[in-house]
T-cell receptor
C-alpha cells in the first residue's frame, strides 16, 4: 500500500463547476498537508497548506483535512479553464528532514 | 521572496556522458535541498536529501554512484547524472528549505530540468 493515494484522473468538468480532489494516506505521523498545482513541464506551485486537521479557505480554493479518516480534500469553486493542470497532494511529518510524500497527482481539465 | 532556480531548464545529452544540473536558492539560504524525479504523467519521487556540507541521503532504490549530489554552499546544490542512459530521461526538480526558519515544513520548488538522453 502506498503511503499516499490519489486518483490520477483525468477529471473533466465544465467551466464554473465545483471540483473536488482527494487524497488518502496511511501514515498517522503526517501533520502537514499541502496541495500543489503543476502545469505541464513546470515545477509545482503551492496552492494551499494545512497543519493538522481542519479547513482552510483562500479565494476559490478550500482545503480540508480529516485526520481521523486520513483523508484530505481540495475544493475549487467556479472552476476556470486556466485551472486545467495536475493537482498533487503532499504530506510531511514534523520530524526528521520534513521530507514530502507526494500523491500521484490528478489531471484536471476544465472545459470552456 | 523564496525563489529557487534550476539550470539548465532542458538538456539533451548522448548516452554514456554525464550531465550536471544546478539548483540555487536566490534570495534565501537553504541548509537542506531535495532532489526529485518525475516521469511523464507520474508524481514527484524523492531521490535524495542534500544537506550543506555533508553527504546526501539517498532514498531506497536510488543509485548514489550514478546520481552524484553536492551541496557545497547554502545556496547551491548540484545533481550530476553519470553515464546517462535513455532510461534516465526524466524531469528533475529540486526544492529548498529556508535556514532562518529551520523548523518550517515548507519547501520551495524550482522550475525543473528536463533531461533527454539520446
Amino acid at each position: 500500500q502506498k503511503e499516499v493515494e490519489q486518483d490520477p484522473g483525468p477529471l473533466s468538468v465544465p467551466e464554473g463547476a465545483i471540483v473536488s480532489l482527494n487524497c488518502t494516506y496511511s501514515n498517522s505521523a503526517f501533520q502537514y498537508f499541502m496541495w500543489y498545482r503543476q502545469y505541464s513541464r513546470k515545477g509545482p506551485e503551492l496552492l494551499m497548506y494545512t497543519y493538522s486537521s481542519g479547513n482552510k479557505e483562500d479565494g476559490r480554493f478550500t482545503a480540508q483535512v480529516d485526520k481521523s479518516s486520513k483523508y484530505i480534500s481540495l475544493f475549487i469553486r467556479d472552476s476556470q479553464p486556466s485551472d486545467s493542470a495536475t493537482y498533487l497532494c503532499a504530506m510531511s511529518s514534523t520530524s526528521g528532514t520534513y521530507k514530502y510524500i507526494f500523491g500521484t497527482g490528478t489531471r484536471l481539465k476544465v472545459l470552456a | 521572496g523564496a525563489v529557487v532556480s534550476q539550470h539548465p531548464s532542458w538538456v539533451i545529452c548522448k548516452s554514456g556522458t554525464s550531465v550536471k544540473i544546478e539548483c540555487r536558492s536566490l534570495d534565501f539560504q537553504a541548509t537542506t535541498m531535495f532532489w526529485y524525479r518525475q516521469f511523464p504523467k507520474q508524481s514527484l519521487m524523492l531521490m535524495a536529501t542534500s544537506n550543506e556540507g555533508s553527504k546526501a541521503t539517498y532514498e531506497q532504490g536510488v543509485e548514489k554512484d550514478k546520481f552524484l549530489i553536492n551541496h557545497a554552499s547554502l545556496t547551491l546544490s548540484t545533481l550530476t547524472v553519470t553515464s546517462a542512459h535513455p532510461e534516465d530521461s526524466s524531469f528533475y526538480i529540486c526544492s529548498a528549505r529556508d535556514v532562518p526558519n529551520s523548523q518550517s515544513y515548507e519547501q520551495y520548488f524550482g522550475p525543473g530540468t528536463r533531461l533527454t538522453v539520446t
